[in-house]
Each structure stands twice: as C-alpha cells, then as structure tokens.
C-alpha cells in the first residue's frame, strides 16, 4: 500500500506483519510478510485475515471457534502462539510463530498488530509483559520496537512522546521509567518519574524537576547518559559513595525514594544533540538487568529520540511560524463610537500558518476598510500569498476612492501577475457614518462565506447580497462584481469569518451556517470580547482548519 504510513512503520519489522482493524480486515502489510506467504503484500489488503490465511496443519480453512489467534484478536490483549499453519498463494501451509498485540490506527480506530514468523519451534513463555527483558524472544523484541516507532513517533508534542515511551516499558519491562530531558538552554529537567503499581501508572512529581547541570569530567552513568557517551547498569550503591556533583546527589535521592535495586541508563541521541536520557528500573521481584538487556533498551531509546527529536523541530517551527503570523496580522485602528475585536485560531496540523486574514484600515476619505480573505493552502507558502494579497489590496483602496466591487475587479487583475496567489475568497467592505450619526456597510464578497449581521436583541441574518466569483478564476471578463449596501442598526454585531468556523467533516455548509448564526444569536447580549470567545469555543471543530474572524459592534441608541 504505497505512501501509506503503517505499510511504511511495517517495513521497519525484520520478519512478516500485518495490521488488522476492527473487523479483521488487512490495512497494512510489510514486503517481509508478502514474501514469506509468496504473496503480492497490496493483494493481502483488504481482505479478511482469519479467511485468507488461517489453517489446520494439512491446508484445511479452520473454523473461526478453532483459531486461537482469532480468540485472541477479539480479546484485545496482547497474546502469542506457536504450531499455528498459515496459507501461501499456492495454497501450501507454512508453520509459523505469531505475536499479537493492540495497535493504534489513529483516526481509522483501534486495531491490532500482527508479527510472525516462519517457525513452529520457539516457544515462548505465555505472559510477555511479566517477563525480563533479556528473555524477550526475538519476535517479541521486534514487535516492542516496532510498536515504539508507531506509537511515539505519531505525535509531534514532547510530552506526549514522553508519557508514550513510559507506557510502552512500564510494566512491561520494568516497575519505574524516568526520563531527563535537555532543554534548549543546555539545562536538565526530570521530565517524569512514574511507577508501574499493579496494572496503575503513578506520577510521583516530587522527584521531577529541575537537575543540576550535567559535569563534563563525572564518571558516573546518568552523566555520561546525558552527554551521550555511554550506556550503563547502575543500583544504589552506584551512588552511594562521595557525589562528585549535584547529579549524583539525585539520582541518590531517586534511588532511596523508589527503592529501585537495579537501573539500566542509556541516552537519547538525537540527530544532531543528545536530548537526555532514559532511566529504567527494577524494584520488584524481577531479576536485576544485565548488560544484554541494554541493546534493547538502547533501540527503544534510539526511535524514542527521534521522535522527541521531531517533536522539538516542529515545536521551534511552531513558535517561528507563529511570530510570522503575528506580524502579518494587523493591528486593528481606533473607529471613535465603534468596538472591534479580531481574532486567529490556527490549524493544530499545519505549520501554524495559512492563508486566513482579518485586516482593518483607515481611508483617506474617513471611511474604514474591514477586509476577511482566505489563501488556498495552510502553509507558510500560502501565508507569504496571502501578505503580498493584502498589501496590492491595501494599495488599491488607499488610491483609489472607488465602490468595493471596483476594487477587487483591480485586484483580481492584479492577483496573477503581481502575487504567488493561485484562488482566494474574499470579502471587502467600507464602513461609514452618516450625518445622523448611523452606519453605513457596502461590501462585495468574491465567493467567501457571507458576513452575518445580529442585533442587540437577537435577531441574525446573514447578508447574502454582493456575491461574485472567488479571486483567480481567469473569469473576471464574463461578469462585473455586485456592491450591496445595509444600513447597521444601533448596538448591533457584524461578524466577518472564515470558512473554518462553519465547515467540519460530516456536517454541511448550511449545517455549519445555521449553527453559528443560532449561537451568535444567543450571544448577542454578551460584551463583544466575551461574545467573541464564547461563540468560537462553541462554534469551532476543534483540531480543524485555521480560522481568522473579525467582529465590531455599533454604538447602542442614545437615550
């Protein structure tokens, strides 16, 4: 299955696996698998995997009461088997070992991971969870890593690839995980400190916090974890001597707190720094580690840092694209008898970016531009789009005192040849105050959701006139752009919007249009910031597209 995520994290696994979801169908299949069943892997998808190739010892098709391997799917714990037969293409059985365990397919549900391998002699013990590590078999090992790569690699956020990680090993390998991280300021912070009671995971957060700095010249093994040196055994008499540093004061403090009686240390290394290090421990009754647990643990702690390593990339990008947008986000002018509040919810997925713009500006004739656009792409390629937009668009409307609809004609002339800008919505609009002190909007909208008008005491309607085609369709010969004009009542709220508010998956337009007129309406009484906020925590698809709205209100009636 081309391009597809889970085919790509199977081919990581050195022996067969496939991935299964709730039904049993196969989503995910390595190269490994398809040759050692001597099939096409992409023919494997999609098909049941108990019908296609679970049988009996002499080829016969097993009834779904008979298949361990099926009973434990359906249990949804993880399990393991021996002398169990699978079918190849030339309907031949090959025996084979098999490992199952729960496996995540994030948005398309649960599932579950199976690895296996062509041999009917190994034969591990029943419960691997309860085992030491160092009698891991060797399908098991492989399915612990490549379940690491999946699972922590799957968020971009360094606390949730922390508390992933600590899942995976706790209490499947050891009864405490402690991880350090190294922040970007070259300090250590205990990250966490959690204990496997029973089938519960415990913080313990008086042991996290901040560490001493990490000595150059010390010995001792969480030192040279964290400069990256080496990996190491360690118990309480490790730390037991004289400290050489505030570290070792620490992990002194760690072990007599926890009672840990044999810990094994590694790094985390990242591509281009060591980003701390990963501590596991054994307080219980299992046996002590040994050194031939520490390959295990360091492969674990080499995916765990590339992930962490990705996550602190796409943090800093973050934080960059962020600042960019704050800068390309006006600041709102002073309209003296009106209140304006803007604001940007970025796209948790994207770069932190897009094309969604607000803007507001005074005219020369005292007349106030409010403009709410919309760049295909949520990138920093669309937002670059997006300011060179905005800007022509300032420039036209500054020159040229001219109705709404002659500009954006300019504009669209304007969006090819002088922009990066493929399509973009649009609505511009001119906000003045008559003689009697009342306001006057006149606005086009090229293809953007329309502006919706809610009186103080409730009444909304959306202001559907002036609509023409988006910007960048090469249409712009075939028909003019309509204005249209609405006269503002007293203590009344324009809203401009993006798409973003009122499109989610599995709901339509109009159902995102009726749902934020319904709750504008009932919170038309609210004070404009509060209005603002309350409608988009209760109108806006968490975790979708960005979103950009721009809100004012009129003055109330005097008297």
Not at 263 to 271: K, N
Not at 472 to 481: E, I, K, M, N, V
Request: proline share 8%; with cysteine.
């Amino acid at each position: 299955m081309p391009g597809d995520p889970f085919a790509v994290a199977l081919e990581a696994i050195g022996t067969g696996a496939y991935v299964v979801e709730e039904s049993g169908r196969i989503v995910a299949v390595n190269s490994r698998a398809g040759h050692l069943l001597g099939r096409a892997a992409p023919d494997m998808i999609g098909h049941d995997a108990h019908e296609l190739l679970h049988r009996g010892p002499q080829g016969q098709r097993l009834p779904a009461t008979q298949c361990r391997m099926r009973q434990a799917f359906h249990d949804g714990h993880p399990a393991q088997g021996d002398d169990e037969y699978f079918a190849r293409a030339d309907d031949s059985v090959v025996p084979v070992s098999w490992l199952i365990a729960p496996y995540d397919l994030g948005g398309r549900g649960a599932g579950t991971l199976v690895v296996f391998h062509a041999s009917g002699r190994e034969r591990p013990a029943a419960n691997r969870r309860d085992r030491p590590a160092e009698r891991l078999t060797e399908v098991e090992r492989l399915a612990l890593l490549a379940e690491t790569t999946t699972r922590v690699t799957a968020t971009l956020d360094v606390e949730g690839a922390v508390r992933r990680l600590v899942d995976l090993i706790l209490p499947r390998l050891a009864d405490w995980a402690v991880v350090d991280l190294i922040t970007e300021r070259d300090e250590v912070w205990r990250s966490v400190v959690v204990q496997a009671d029973g089938g519960t995971l415990v913080d313990h957060e008086e042991l996290q916090g901040p560490m001493p700095p990490v000595p150059e010249e010390s010995m001792m093994p969480l030192s040279r974890a964290l400069r990256g040196v080496a990996s190491a055994l360690a118990g309480p008499e490790t730390y037991q001597g004289r400290p050489d540093s505030g570290i070792a004061v620490e992990q002194r403090r760690l072990f007599d707190a926890t009672g840990i009686r044999s810990a094994a240390i590694v790094p985390l290394r990242g591509t281009r720094e060591v980003l701390g290090a990963l501590t596991v421990g054994r307080a219980g009754s299992r046996g002590p580690f040994t050194t031939a647990d520490l390959p295990l643990f360091e492969d674990i702690a080499r995916r765990a840092a590339l992930a962490l390593d990705n996550a602190r990339l796409y943090q800093r990008q973050r934080a960059v694209a962020e600042t960019m947008q704050n800068h390309l986000l006006p600041q709102m002018p002073h309209v003296p008898g009106l209140r304006m509040t803007v604001r940007y919810l970025p796209a948790p997925d994207a770069s932190q970016v897009g094309g969604d713009w607000y803007d507001a500006f005074t005219l020369p004739d005292g007349a106030t531009a409010l403009v709410i656009g919309d760049v295909v792409g949520h990138d920093l390629e669309a937002a670059a789009g997006m300011a060179q937009l905005r800007n022509v668009l300032r420039a036209y409307a500054w020159s040229q005192q001219q109705p709404p609809s002659r500009i954006l004609e300019r504009l669209d002339e304007a969006v090819t040849p002088l922009t990066d800008v493929t399509m973009a919505t649009l609505i511009f609009a001119r906000l003045t105050r008559g003689d009697d002190g009342g306001w006057r909007l006149c606005w086009t909208n090229a293809g953007h959701p329309p502006p919706l008008l809610v009186t103080g005491n409730g009444l909304a309607r959306y202001l559907t006139d002036g609509h023409g085609l988006l910007l960048g369709t090469g249409l712009r010969g075939h028909a003019s752009r309509p204005d249209a004009s609405v006269d503002l009542p007293p203590d009344s709220t324009l809203l401009l919007y993006t798409d973003g508010l009122v499109e989610a998956p599995g709901r339509t337009l109009d159902e995102g249009l009726d749902r934020l007129r319904q709750h504008a309406a009932a919170l038309a009484h609210r004070p404009l910031t509060s209005f603002t906020d309350r409608l988009l925590h209760r109108v806006h698809p968490p975790g979708h597209d960005d979103v950009a709205l721009l809100a004012l209100r009129t003055p109330p009636p005097e008297g």
